[in-house]
């Protein structure tokens, strides 16, 4: 399945596989399972299961996205001009204050993209598009970054084996030689301190062009204390060879959705966007979910009537207290 979308953070989903196992407890009402289309109900999750694999025109969408590789803000349109002279892409925005920005294709919405049950031939030829759409971004996400190295050595193996000495070359680079794609965004997602604790390690471990978190659904809170503090990125990156050891470029907080949400505590929320905006790393809030929560003072939760949102997934800024309405991208330093 390939869509326009209505995750705020990117502007396509690109779902070349679909289905998946659980790995924490941030799977338990997994939203991809949850959400599946009708036509994709007979999807079983679990290692036993097989993946479903998209069609041709799924597979083959970012393909068609890369014509027109700018999107704007304010009306959504995406844009093809190139400036010959410069071989720049050049887009306007639809009116004053809108900006634009190259497309952001969310891989996969509906299963992990760094899922050992993909086999290795239908992740390898997910990378072959991801390298020849240099013009839109790609940001993978998973619950998995420590399998990285196995599953693109797989893939890389796969182009080999077949000729595709482009591709091999590339991902050999990628992940041996630390020369990362510029159109690639790795995305690790945790929903606690246990998770982020694992995760992060891995994360960084993966030579990126940004390096994102997604604390959704926030099952608990998340401090960059100590240690930690390492992981953000400490300044503004304005020249990347400042850039010893990898950060957190960018991060996405956001609470449970769904009829069996978890609470969500938004001084959980709160916190991290406090932390992000204090070390220089920008935050995304994306909603509330469904069940938000604040914590009184003998320790319940209790929801106050202006938490009673309307919004089925506490995603409207304008229901939010008005410090949370906050949604930053990180400028990528290509
Ligand atoms: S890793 Fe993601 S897609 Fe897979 S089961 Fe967990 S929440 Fe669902």
């Known amino acids: 399945m390939s869509q326009e979308t209505e995750i705020p953070w990117c502007n396509s989903t690109w779902n070349w596989a679909m289905g998946c196992t659980k790995v924490s407890p941030g799977c338990a009402y997994c939203y991809a399972e949850e959400s599946l289309p009708a036509k994709f109900q007979g999807i079983k999750w679990g290692d036993a299961a097989e993946r479903r694999i998209a069609s041709d025109a799924t597979f083959n969408a970012p393909l068609r996205w890369n014509k027109k590789p700018w999107v704007c803000d304010g009306c959504g349109e995406a844009f093809q001009t190139k400036d010959e002279a410069t071989g720049t892409w050049n887009a306007k925005a639809c009116k004053e204050g809108a900006t634009v920005h190259r497309r952001r294709v ?56 077949h000729g595709d000495r482009n591709v091999t070359g590339w991902i050999q680079d990628w992940r041996k030689h630390g020369i990362y794609p510029k159109n ?20 960084l471990n993966i030579p990126a062009v940004v390096h994102g978190l997604s ?39 956001g609470g449970e959705s769904g009829k069996n949400a978890r609470p969500c505590n938004v001084e959980w929320i709160r916190s991290i966007k406090d932390q992000c905006v204090a070390a220089g790393v920008p935050p995304f809030v994306k909603q509330l979910g469904s069940n938000p929560r604040c914590r009184n003072g003998a320790g319940y939760y209790d929801c106050p009537a202006q938490l009673r949102l309307k919004h089925p997934k506490g995603g409207d800024p304008a229901e939010w207290p008005e410090d949370l309405r906050v949604r930053q991208f990180p400028e990528v330093q290509r």
């Not at 690639?184 to 994360?203: K, T």
């Open 106 to 161: 969310f891989s996969l919405s509906l299963g992990d993209w760094l899922d050992r049950k993909i086999p290795a031939q239908v992740r390898a030829r997910a990378m072959a598009i991801i390298h020849r759409c240099q013009d839109i971004d790609f940001l993978l996400c998973t619950k998995r970054p420590e399998l990285f190295q196995d599953l693109a050595e797989a893939a890389q193996d796969w182009h080999f084996d």
């Open 184 to 203: 690639v965004w790795v995305i690790a997602s945790a929903e606690d301190q246990e998770r982020l604790d694992e995760r992060v390690p891995h994360l």
């Open 215 to 253: 604390l959704e659904p926030l099952l608990g809170p998340i401090e960059f204390n100590g240690p930690r503090l390492e992981w953000l990125a400490p300044f503004k990156d304005t020249d990347a060879m400042l850039r010893k050891t990898p950060r957190i470029d960018w991060c996405i907080v």
